[in-house]
């Protein structure tokens, strides 16, 4: 398991209005780089540099090369629509910098990720891509 990519900076102006915000444009895809193991995400955790943190308490199952986005926002969670939604209307990427935190159930770090808008994101999309 592995941080596919982010979308830290949402497309328009920020507003974490739960009603007319845009929380759900920001996500986090987590992608499963495994060729035969299918991924069950519940107990792994996101964290970012402030110690800000989602936690997957539900089975969601990658197959392997599947991937799912971790939303902003409140929302319905599929598996089918390779989703989960972190029930938070507050921004969790800081839209200058930050660091991206990824663990195993076990506690080990899967992954991390430390970016800046003016060394990472070249094209100011907001959205940064890793590992493919």
Request: net charge negative; charged share 20%.
């Amino acid at each position: 398991m592995k941080v596919r990519g982010i979308q830290y900076d949402a497309p328009g102006p920020d507003s974490n209005s739960c009603s007319t915000g845009n929380t759900d444009e920001e996500y986090l895809t987590v992608k499963n780089y495994s060729a035969s193991a299918t991924v069950n995400l519940e107990g792994y955790v996101v964290k970012d540099a402030a110690g800000n943190r989602f936690a997957f308490t539900a089975n969601h199952y990658l197959q392997p090369g599947d991937y799912i986005k971790l939303r902003g926002g409140h929302g319905t969670d599929s598996d089918a629509g390779n989703v989960v939604y972190r029930d938070n209307c507050n921004f969790l990427w800081n839209n200058d910098k930050d660091t991206i935190y990824l663990y195993k159930p076990s506690g080990a770090r899967a992954d991390v990720h430390s970016y800046t808008k003016t060394a990472n994101d070249r094209d100011g999309n907001g959205y940064i891509s890793y590992h493919g």
